[in-house]
Every structure is written in C-alpha cells, then in structure tokens.
C-alpha cells in the first residue's frame, strides 16, 4: 500500500499510547504511512524536517509545538491538520487558514467526559449529597426511614451558561430527566433554543431562579469574571455553581465570600488561578467540592480522541468534510 499518503505525529511522544492504543494506531496505518517511532516534539530536527517534506496530514496533540508559516513552509504538501485534543486556538498560527488547509480537532470527543461529570455534579446537587454525606461523616448516625426535605431533582431548574460543544451536551444529557434547563447565551436565537429544548434568559434571570447553574462559556476577554460578585449575589440560597469550563470566568474571591457564609454550594474543577495555593481558603471550605482538572479526556477516554481523529481521515480521504472542521471564525466562540 505504498500509495497511501504520508502523515506525521506532532505531539507529547509520551501521550501517543494512550491516544492510539494498538487497535487505534493498526486502523491508522491503513489509512496513511506514518511511523509511530518519529514523533515531532520539535521540528528543528533533520528527521523530522525531512518528514514534514512529504507529509500530507499532520496528526498533533498536546504537547505539539506551535505551527507557523516557517513549519507550512517545510511542509509544502500538506493539505490537513488533525488535532488529538481540543482547542486549537494557541497552537496554529492564521496561516494555517490562509493558505487553505482543512482543520479539524477532537474537542468533541473531548467535551463528552466533562458533559457526563457535569450530569453526575448535577444530580448529586439536587440530592444535596454534598452536605448530607458531610453531617452522615460528623455523627455517624442517621435515622432509617427519615424524609430529608430540600432533597431531590423532580423539577428542578438547571441553568446553562454557554451553548458550547459542551454546553450542548449536557443540555442533551439532562434531556431523560424531570428538570427544567435553562440557557444563556447571547450567540443563541430563539430558534436554536427551540431546538435545544431549553427556555432562552439573560443571565440575571437564569441566575435568579436556578437551583444549579453550570458554566460552559470559552474563555476570552468578554467572558473574563462573566460570573462576579454582582452575579453571584443574585443566586438563590443553597443554589450549586459548577464550573468545568476556565477558572478566569468565576470571581474566585467573591465566591469565596459567598461560600464562608454558607449560602451557596460550589463544584469546581477548574479555579483561578490554577492549581490553587495551599492557603487558599477553598481547600477548607465544607460547601465546595475540588477536583484537579480532571473533567476533560483522562485514562481510557484518551482512545475516543485519536478515535475520532481516525474518522475525520477516513471523512477526508474518502472526500467527503470533515465532521468537526475548524474555521478561523470559530476560535473564541466555542469551548
């Protein structure tokens, strides 16, 4: 199969077992020629310039270095970039787009994990599993058959901040249960809402009347503390913030303050900044609940993402789009 076209990895060479496991990395090599042993961490080498010469498609990951014209310059046949990962935003330069190049990434595969870790922050919220699991450790102690009031998700209201690949999928995921959702987005029409399922509010309202409320907005400079103190105050007693999206989009100190007074409940998996100092006063906190950035791919969940990598080549080759193709306009508006 010598008429395959030639490809070559750019990425961590420390994470391509896990995102091309053998059964993922054998259906790769029978779409294109690429050796497993050259991975471009750098491409300042004689090996990897002479790979990038021939190469077609460009298979990158984290830990890729940057892409710019000088590297489109040494890889003059290139027609694709396939990205093991999510964003793309600081790892291509604009002449990636310029000079005509399909782009696609596996940020999709990626938002799948953080939905479902949403949906499981979520229904523990309304279950109030937080605080009841905290005073269950306290006393050692409950009563069988004693009805916990304030628990429950029949009917709750679950706000949504940002229509992202992820937003949109824990819209999607909450669909089977008997919950509410609402959503802000300023991107969103009326019909896009329709379709989503969701009812469409401004933020204040969606703060005001949701007993969880989810972040999943990108993170650029229109969104940095998007949630601060104005906006947490408006939040209803025992009302959960989860955020999974970027630390910068939450008042850290603000939150706090709402938190010491034990009106709020907080999941978090990303904070501001990032990881947390030791003295932070969230690590104490019995209200919030800490987890180290582990919401997106981790484990086997790597697999899905070079997976889908594998099915946007075989798209390409077959010619038909790319599923997820990247424009430059999509950059800091998805997440």
Known sequence: MADRPAALFALGAHHLPDLYPPRSMHRLQQLVRIDQTVVAERFDTDAIRAALATAEFLITGWGCPPITAEILDAAPGLRAILHTGGSVKSLLAPACWERGLAITSAATANAEP?????????????????????????????????????????????????????????????????????????????????????????????????????????????????????????????????????????????????????????????????????????????????????????????ARMGDCVIDELERFLDGRPFAHRILASDLDRVA
């Not at 940002?162 to 819209?171: E, H, P, Y």
């Not at 029409?189 to 379709?195: I, P, S």
Request: glycine share 8%; proline share 5%.
């Open 114 to 302: 953080v939905a479902e870790y949403t949906l499981a922050a979520i229904l523990f919220a309304g279950k109030n599993v937080f605080r009841l699991r905290d005073r269950y450790h306290a006393t050692r102690h409950f009563t069988l058959a004693e009805v916990q009031t304030g628990v429950g998700n029949y009917g709750r209201t679950i706000g949504v901040i940002g229509a992202s690949r992820i937003g949109r999928r824990v819209i999607e995921l909450l669909r089977p249960f008997d919950l509410e959702v609402c959503l802000f987005d300023p991107y969103v029409d009326t019909a896009t809402a329709a379709e989503l399922g969701v009812r469409q509010v401004d933020l204040d309202t969606l703060l005001r009347t949701c007993d969880v409320v989810s972040v999943h907005a990108p993170a650029n400079p229109q969104t940095d503390r998007l949630i601060g103190a104005e906006q947490l105050a408006l939040m209803r007693d025992g009302a959960t913030l989860i955020n999974t999206a970027r630390g910068s989009l939450v008042d850290t100190d603000a939150l706090i303050g709402h938190l010491r007074a034990g009106r709020l409940y907080a999941v978090l998996d990303v904070t501001e900044p990032e990881p947390l100092p030791v003295g932070s006063a969230l690590w104490e906190l019995p209200n919030t609940f800490l987890t180290p950035h582990i919401a997106g791919s981790h484990g086997n969940e790597l």
